[in-house]
């Protein structure tokens, strides 16, 4: 990803391969994701497509809910949880990318040690 300001101090986003998620103090979220051509947005769960200066909605929206447990020992320094959050988010993507399925964000909640 490149970040750059310009000259009205907008911050600007390039070469972007990871879906990217706003969220308000009151957990209202907008999710962007960049294709190779358009965009799509996910606002309030519903996801839509905008390419050619059209906007619309995406059919055969699907969530898969996974239950995972995850054995470690207590952490010493506080961040044992958000590595463990980022190394699970990636063998997901990886795992997802590696059956051909497409996906729009990755959120992991509820980390608890067993």
């Known amino acids: 990803m490149k970040i750059e300001v310009n000259e009205h101090g ?25 294709k190779d051509s358009g965009y799509e947005i996910c606002y309030e769960n519903k996801w839509y497509e905008l390419k050619q200066g059209n906007i619309k909605p ?22 044992d949880n958000i590595r463990k959050t980022n190394t699970l988010k990636y063998k997901i993507q990886r795992y997802l990318y590696s059956q051909g399925i497409e996906y729009n964000d990755i959120e992991i909640t509820n980390i608890t040690n067993k």
């Open 10 to 34: 907008t911050i600007v986003l390039k070469e972007v391969f990871n879906p990217i998620k706003l969220q308000t103090i009151d957990n209202e979220t907008l999710i962007v994701v960049m």
């Open 58 to 79: 995406l059919k055969n929206q699907n969530t898969i809910n996974l239950q995972i447990e995850i054995q470690n020992q207590p952490s010493t320094d506080g961040l």
